[in-house]
């Protein structure tokens, strides 16, 4: 069950003779826990689609499904529900409230959840400690730098424990040792089971990704799965079989642990790859 | 809405708003105004209405009544008694012998003839061409609910000698520095000698009763021998001890058998004589509070104004906070946070800046302004409904953006 399914995607802007076609009936689908990639020159609607896929902007045609239910013409008080528990963005430009100190920009997501005043700022303080701005807690946003801004950025967007992250160009405003800083941090959130979309087109910053999707003129043209990616992804095939259990099995113990083997053994002679190597690890 | 929500609005609102004070001083003072208004002029009327009740009333007011020759809703409501007077032609039916009848019924406490002469009067430094002079007897008083200040009142019915008690302000027009007790004073040619002197006695506006301080209170019957037996006793005042229904009505039977069979006298409480110029000071006080509301509606619209451009200006904010997920109802309820903040501290100061009136009114007028709690908590409450109103378009405004417009704005 795929987490994003999107199905014949356009957006137009404009009107009449200064309409623009910004996505040309995009088709994507996104698993749970990928780390996406989406890279192309500037106007190729990269930005459009992360704004569709957010939930910020409604598609002008074409389906959205988002963790199985059918998102794209929610009304707004439905879309927002959705941001706030489902999905964290993070900006280019951090797009922090300048009033507010850090930790309260942080914690925003829980006010308007309804979560207590107390709560809110110990799950804020946790946050900030995972991604390593504690010290700032109340400082505000005009006394920290871009990276610093931006790692409180990726805390709020992780306050609500979303699904699904998207940070549309989060290095853009940074300089090279801030914007490593910034990836390997969100490589270490993808690492502990988040689904990350990012939008860059700085090329160099693909090697975080595990899939790349390139786009230009509003379609994708090539949508393919990075060597970090293609050993999540294996790893992901030899895993799964091993997480199905019946009661019997449970109780059976060892029997389970044969059935297994088994099966992978069947599943390799679909296959005809040998890995013998790998079985032998286990 | 969680109140924890409401308190981060509340608090977060608090510090925009004196961001932008000096702004919002501007804005709030169409309400601080139209607040102050109508909370003074509601004020002034609450207290020319009890000062009416005092100066009528005193104590034991339902025991008190007047008898008069025409019934009181057909004459005069609620002006100047000396200027009805001279409207109504002196056929009066009421005499002395009224008096000297009912006086002597049970349950009578007291009954006054009250008699007004326009007289010129001197003193030793001045005289008053326009005199009032009014001729009754002791228990007028008592009646009025007005003392001596120096000096006694006239003693006892049918007083000899020529004793006159004057008002405060009087004594200072004729008299001067000098103490005017024992001093002679002249009516319309009449000499009579100054006994006493009235305390200060609160005029009210809209009062029947005639300005106190100004007159010369003699004996009923010194008054029937200076005008040769025409003093027309106007009304009488009347205190009974108890069991009302029965005394009055012996003593309208009594009043009627006297004049021929004829019910045209008529005894009314005090309290519905003040009731006609309560009326009037309510209808008055109604008027002029709903002129001095138009203000307070001003006064909205600016915070409306106000709060139109602060949404403008916010309107990246707004985008952001929908984009971490605010539905429209918080963004609405933040902004209405907000204003009513702002029209509530507008009325804080409009409700402070009455008090500050009322004191420069007490000070320089004798009119005593109360400000009651409910008419604060009233006025505190209506300006934070003013807020939610007026706050309400811009606040539903705000909400109405599509998030990713509101965040292509810088």
Known sequence: ?????????????????????????????????????????????KSTLMNIIGLLDKPSQGSYMLDNKYVARLKPNQAAKIRRDTIGFVFQSYNLLNRLNIISNVSLPLVYKGVSSSRRLKLASDILERVGISEKEYFYPNQLSGGQLQSA????????????????????NLDSI????????????HRAGNTIIFVTH??????????????????????EITPYGQIAKTAKQLL???????????????????????????????KDKPKKNRRSKK | MKPSAITSHFKLSLDIIYNTRWRNFWTILGIVIGLSSVVTIIAIGNGIKQQINYQLNGSSSQNKFIIQPVAIN?????????????????????????????????????????????????????????GVVIGSNQFLLNYLNISVNSGSFIDQTGDPTNSAVIGQNLAERLFGEISPLGATIDIGGNSFVVEGILNPVNNIPFSQIVDFNNSVFIDYNNAQKITSNNAYIYQEFLT??????????????????????????????????????????????????????????????????????????????????????????????????????????????GITLAYAVDLFIVLSTA????????????????????????????????????????????
């Not at chain 2, 010129?120 to 061409?129: C, E, F, H, N």
């Not at chain 2, 006064?299 to 403008?312: F, H, K, Y």
């Open chain 2, 240 to 349: 009974i001890k108890d069991n009302q229904k029965q005394t009055l009505s012996s003593l309208q039977s009594h009043l009627n058998a006297i004049n021929g069979n004829q019910s045209n006298t008529f005894i009314t409480n005090l309290s519905e004589i003040s009731y006609n110029s309560k009326n009037t000071l309510n209808l008055l006080t109604k008027l002029i509070s709903i002129v001095a509301s138009i203000s307070l509606i001003v006064g909205g619209v600016g915070i409306m104004n106000v709060m139109l451009v602060s949404v403008a200006e916010r309107t990246h904010e707004i985008g952001i906070r929908k984009a971490i997920g605010a539905t429209n109802r918080q963004i609405v309820t933040q902004f209405l946070v907000e204003s009513s903040i702002l029209s509530f501290v507008g009325g804080i100061i």
């Open chain 1, 202 to 223: 700085n090329p160099e910053l693909t090697r975080y990704a595990s899939r790349v999707v390139y786009m230009k003129d509003g379609s994708i043209v090539q949508d």
């Open chain 1, 153 to 172: 950025a990726i805390a709020r967007a992780l306050i609500n424990n979303p699904k699904l992250i998207i940070a549309d160009e989060p290095t853009g």
């Open chain 2, 74 to 130: 057909q004459s005069y409501s609620g002006t100047n008694l000396i200027k009805s007077l001279e409207n109504i032609s002196p056929t009066s039916s009421l005499s002395y012998l009224d008096v000297d009848g009912i006086q002597g019924f049970k349950n009578v406490s007291s009954i006054s003839p009250f008699s007004i002469l326009k007289s010129k009067v001197s003193g030793s430094i001045a005289s008053d061409r326009n």
């Open chain 1, 240 to 270: 799964k079989p091993s997480l199905i259990r019946t009661e019997e099995d449970s109780l059976a113990g060892v029997s389970v642990l044969m059935k297994t083997i088994d099966k992978i053994d069947s599943r390799k002679n679909k």
């Open chain 2, 367 to 410: 009119i005593k302004p109360v400000i009651t709690w409910q008419l604060v908590v009233i006025a505190g409450f209506s300006s934070i409904v003013i807020g939610l109103i007026f706050g309400s378009i811009p606040a539903i405004k705000a909400a109405k953006k599509l998030p990713i417009d509101a965040l292509r704005s810088s």
């Open chain 1, 178 to 189: 801030s914007s490593i800083l910034i990836m390997e941090l969100l490589t270490e959130i």
């Open chain 1, 1 to 45: 069950m795929s987490l994003i399914k999107l199905e014949g995607i356009s957006k137009i802007f404009g009107f009449g003779d200064a309409s623009s076609l910004a996505l040309d009936s995009i088709s994507l689908t996104i698993e749970k826990g990928e780390f996406v990639a989406v890279m192309g020159p500037s106007g190729s609607g």
